[in-house]
Nanobody
Framework: QVQLVESGGGLVQAGGSLRLSCAAS????????MGWFRQAPGKEREFVAH????????VYTDSVKGRFTISRDNVKDTMYLQMNNLKPEDTAVYYC?????????????????WGQGTQVTVSS
């Protein structure tokens, strides 16, 4: 069982930055692939990025490449999403998720555990 808690969301102007954190508790955080997803009002949950273990391979959706960076600290049991040059279309609730596997996935259905989400709002 893994419990996930996101933090770091907020209101920012376009072009600004935020860093989201996902703190994990429970068993063997370092052995889970992790992902970030987001969901805007009236839209489906959307893949943002994932990171595996132990090779920490990373994958991003095209719209955030070059702007967002996913990382993890297995000592602190925490995953991060550094978001730079934010755009209004990045506005959404951001969720972190854990998958009991070596590699992450773009499919949210493949993740076993989810956080409660943190709101990110980007004003124009």
């Amino acid at each position: 069982q893994v419990q996930l808690v996101e933090s770091g969301g907020g209101l920012v102007q376009a072009g600004g930055s935020l860093r989201l954190s996902c703190a994990a508790s429970g068993r063997s955080f370092g052995r889970y692939a992790m992902g970030w997803f987001r969901q805007a009002p009236g839209k489906e949950r959307e893949f943002v990025a994932h990171i595996g273990w132990p090779a920490v391979t990373t994958v991003y959706t095209d719209s955030v490449k070059g702007r967002f960076t996913i990382s993890r600290d297995n000592v602190k049991d925490t995953m991060y999403l550094q978001m730079n040059n934010l755009k209004p279309e990045d506005t959404a609730v951001y969720y972190c998720a854990a998958k009991n596997a070596v590699f992450g996935s773009r499919r949210y259905q493949e993740y076993n555990y989810w956080g409660q989400g943190t709101q990110v709002t980007v004003s124009s």
